[in-house]
């Protein structure tokens, strides 16, 4: 069974911190993404990675940046978090199975920025 | 670009009437559809997938080419079918797509008993 685990479920964080949303995959999974989830606006992609160290911006880059130094971990970084990044975060991996991809998600990380 | 639309919000029925959530997409190519469902308290999960033709939980899905549709339905819905659905887009399994998913903006499901 395919896990992908973010380590908060919830963060409160202030205006300019730094913030670190981590994700991790246990099935070895080429692919993971950043996405976040808005009322009325669905999921959003914000970063994804391929491989170890490779990254590419997804529709709503701006703000973040993202790491990836091992396959199993993805973090995304709000550099300097800002009350318009309130927000539920979910990460999710993937794989080519059978020449298909198909997306797990975590739990979701409830981020708000006061 | 890729487009993903889910017209209704929210969409309320009562146990055992049909339901139709919508989802009308725009891709110059051949796209692959899914259906997510978010039960509350729970993770996002893929329902089905347009490429393999299946019912899950009683919900189908038509990929309409033509009307550029992949509506899902179901013939007698569930109260335990309350959930938020969203309706989601890949350009295929080759090239750089490495299975990127534009998502539709999301339906609310609510079955009343």
């Known amino acids: 069974d395919v896990k992908v685990t973010q380590s908060s479920r919830y963060l409160v964080k202030r205006t300019g911190e730094k913030v670190f949303l981590e994700c991790v995959q246990d099935m070895d999974h080429e692919n993971m993404f950043w996405y976040r989830q808005d009322p009325g606006l669905g999921l959003r992609l914000i970063y994804f990675?391929?491989?170890?160290?490779?990254?590419e911006k997804g529709d709503i880059p701006e703000g973040y940046s993202v790491s990836r130094e091992k396959k199993e971990r993805f973090s995304l970084i709000l550099e300097s978090a800002s009350t318009n990044q309130t927000s539920m975060y979910l990460c999710?991996?993937?794989?080519?199975?059978?020449?298909?991809?198909?997306?797990?998600f975590g739990a979701g990380t409830r981020l708000s920025v006061l | 670009a890729q487009r993903v639309t889910q017209p209704e919000k929210l969409l309320s029925v009562f146990k055992g009437a049909p339901v139709e959530l919508k989802c009308n997409y725009s891709?110059?190519?051949?796209?692959?559809l899914f259906w997510y469902v978010q039960y509350s308290r729970q993770r996002l999960q893929l329902l089905l997938r347009h490429i393999s033709r299946e019912s899950i939980k009683g919900f189908t899905a038509d990929l309409n080419k033509g009307e550029t549709s992949f509506h899902l339905k179901k013939p007698f819905a569930q109260e335990e079918d309350s959930a938020m659905y969203y309706c989601?887009?890949?350009?295929?399994?080759?090239?750089?797509?490495?299975?990127?998913?534009?998502f539709g903006q999301g339906t609310i499901l609510t079955v009343h008993p």
């Open positions: 891709y110059s190519g051949s796209p692959e």
């Open positions: 989601a887009l890949s350009g295929g399994a080759g090239g750089t797509s490495y299975g990127k998913l534009t």
């Open positions: 999710a991996s993937s794989t080519r199975a059978s020449g298909r991809y198909i997306q797990y």
């Open positions: 990675s391929y491989d170890v160290k490779m990254k």
